[in-house]
């Protein structure tokens, strides 16, 4: 073993993966700051595998960084040393192994600090090293410092609710601590290039407590949460199990994942593998949302790699508010039915866009509509059985429509669509769409030509949006109404008094009153009132 001359405080670099590899140089960076005042030398301390049998390395190794390259990278992010701890005979990184392997080391140089990134493998390793030391071990740092010889971490306690300052009772003896990698980021430093030390520990006795029997990766199924491009995070806010669908049902029209806070999981209304966090999963979307979600720091942990953050809460003076990109102030459980609403809409239009353009193109390049049946089938994962199952045909012609060997009626068309959950224009041709569109607006113009129309939104006629000023004379009846178009209409009676028929229920509207309604619906409009009535009348079409 070297001898120690100076004061030194160790990170421990894991060098299971890449990521945790990247953790150890956070906590190297702010190892560096801390080191400034004492001052002290900064080691990353690495344990390689170095003489183990080939043959006996774990498939689960295969991510492992090789030592050479991390001793570089250590140095290359200021480490002032590396200390190589080479064990023999280990297959695979065990925190009760490494446990008495870095205790042994802690003994021989005496460091003041040991520092280990927040992860489930680090936590268990410092808490070994610590007890096996019989030293103290500050949990959680956030922040740390070093003030008259004396470590001083910032660790939230009482479950979150409180930041604690701690520090150690014995300030002679070697300190033990876990940071969160998260809140500190690996910088590169020039300089003095450090010195690499390897040092031979033997596979020590005392660590046969524990067999090791196999290992296997995580299942890709299991790993979707974390590579997941959209991640919607449901907390406490969402209130019982039913208002957590809320969640799912936006993550699956967005085509996201589902990620939940604590409470949720404690409450059983999702699965442990869904928890966020500290002790739960990172992630790194390019889009989170976090309804109904305080901001915890043991949960933000786990979301500070996500790019954009937009958080949904009631309470503005949320802390999960200050690390958001996007904050909506709101109650979450009115709000969620209404974006899944508009972003199921908003996909299911682009869908209908891309697969129409596809077509186009498609069909030029000789895919037609079958392929198209059979690409849409797939992206349900469903079998020519489950689309037969959903459509009420057997298999044989569901195999003959992808197959194109004939033209299916609109009926069936209809029904696929409605299985598929997709727009039956989607299988519509250009051409039949541009037909269908001029009939639209030819039919718009006819029914604002009347005199007792004034659009509010002229050259709107194709547009979703459309507003206008409709005029019935006293008690007269205006034409039975109804768009052929799935959407909502609006009307607010302005002057006079109108009667509503709307689906065989009449509705009696006065002035200032106005009523919401699906524009599908069959509705009449009559002046109920011995002067005009006039109405503001806005359509939403999809
Ligand atoms: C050692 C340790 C480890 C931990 N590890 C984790 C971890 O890995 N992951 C984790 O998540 N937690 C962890 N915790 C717990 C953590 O401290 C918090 O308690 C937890 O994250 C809080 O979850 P929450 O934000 O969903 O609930 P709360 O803190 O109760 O927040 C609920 C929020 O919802 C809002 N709200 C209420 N109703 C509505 C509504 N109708 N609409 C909109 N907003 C609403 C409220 O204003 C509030 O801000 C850990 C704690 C400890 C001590």
Redesign the pocket.
């Known amino acids: 073993m070297p001898n120690r001359a100076e004061k030194e405080i160790w990170v421990f670099g894991d060098l299971r993966n890449e990521r945790f590899f990247g953790f150890g140089l956070n906590v190297l960076a702010k190892a560096r700051e801390v080191a400034q005042p004492v001052p002290a030398k900064v080691v990353m301390v690495l344990i390689g595998l170095c003489d183990a049998d080939e043959s006996k390395i774990d498939p689960v190794m295969q991510a492992f960084i090789p030592v050479a390259a991390a001793e570089k990278l250590c140095l290359a992010h200021g480490a002032d040393k590396v200390y190589v701890l080479d064990v023999t005979g280990l297959s695979a990184p065990r925190a009760d192994i490494y446990g008495h392997v870095l205790a042994e080391a802690v003994l021989q140089l005496k460091p003041m600090l040991v520092l280990f990134a927040l992860t489930d493998f680090g936590r268990e390793l410092a808490a070994r090293t610590a007890s096996l030391r019989n030293a103290g071990l500050l949990?959680?740092c956030l922040d740390l410092r070093i003030e008259n010889g004396e470590v001083i971490a910032s660790s939230?306690s009482w479950?979150?609710?409180i930041m604690a300052e701690l520090t150690f009772l014995d300030k002679h003896k070697t300190g033990f601590a876990t940071v969160q990698p998260q809140v500190h980021h690996a910088v590169k430093a020039r300089g003095v290039p450090g010195a690499v030390e390897r040092i031979p520990v033997k596979c020590p006795d005392g660590a046969n407590g524990i067999k090791f029997l196999s290992s296997e990766l995580e299942p890709a199924e299991h790993r979707k949460l974390e590579e997941a491009e959209v991640v919607v995070v449901?907390?406490?806010?969402?209130?019982n199990m039913d208002d957590f669908g809320l969640v799912r049902e936006l993550a699956a029209a967005m085509g996201g994942e589902v990620g939940?806070?604590?409470?949720?999981v404690l409450q059983h209304w999702v699965d442990k593998d869904r928890?966020?966090?500290?002790?739960?999963k990172n992630v790194r979307p390019g889009l989170l949302l976090s309804?109904?979600?305080?901001?915890?720091?043991?949960?933000t942990?786990?979301i500070a790699e996500a790019k954009t953050i937009v958080a949904?809460?009631?309470?503005k003076r949320?802390p999960?508010f200050q690390i958001a990109d996007f904050g909506i102030v709101?109650?979450?459980?009115a709000?969620l039915p209404i974006l899944t609403t508009k972003i199921k809409q908003v996909v299911m239009r682009k869908m209908a866009d891309v697969l129409c353009e596809q077509k186009g193109s498609a069909s030029r390049e000789g895919e037609g509509f079958g392929a198209k049946v059979c690409k849409l089938r797939e992206a349900h994962n469903w079998s020519m059985e489950d689309l037969a199952k959903a459509t009420g045909q057997t298999p044989e012609f569901i195999d003959q429509v992808e197959n194109e060997k004939f033209s299916p009626s609109v009926g069936f068309l209809l029904t696929l669509a409605k299985a598929l959950n997709v727009n039956p224009g989607t299988f519509l041709s250009k051409a039949e769409k541009d037909i269908i569109q001029d009939q639209r607006s030819k039919a718009f113009i006819k029914r604002t030509r009347n005199y007792s129309y004034q659009t509010l939104t002229p050259h709107a006629e194709s547009d979703h949006l459309r507003a206008f000023m409709i005029t019935i004379e006293s008690r007269q009846i205006h034409k039975p109404v109804e768009y052929k178009h799935e959407g909502e209409e609006f009307i607010y009676v302005m002057e006079g008094e109108l009667e509503v028929t709307l689906g065989g229920k009449t509705h009696h509207l006065k002035r200032d009153e106005s009523i919401h309604f699906n524009s599908d619906i069959p509705h009449k409009l009559k002046s109920f009132s011995n002067e005009d009535t006039r109405c503001l009348v806005i359509l939403y079409t999809v």
């Open positions: 949990a959680d939230p479950g979150g609710e449901g907390g406490a806010g969402l209130g939940a806070t604590r409470p949720p928890l966020i966090g500290q002790t739960g309804v109904g979600t305080s901001g915890a720091v043991q949960y942990a786990g949904i809460n009631r309470d949320s999960i709101t109650d979450a459980r709000f």
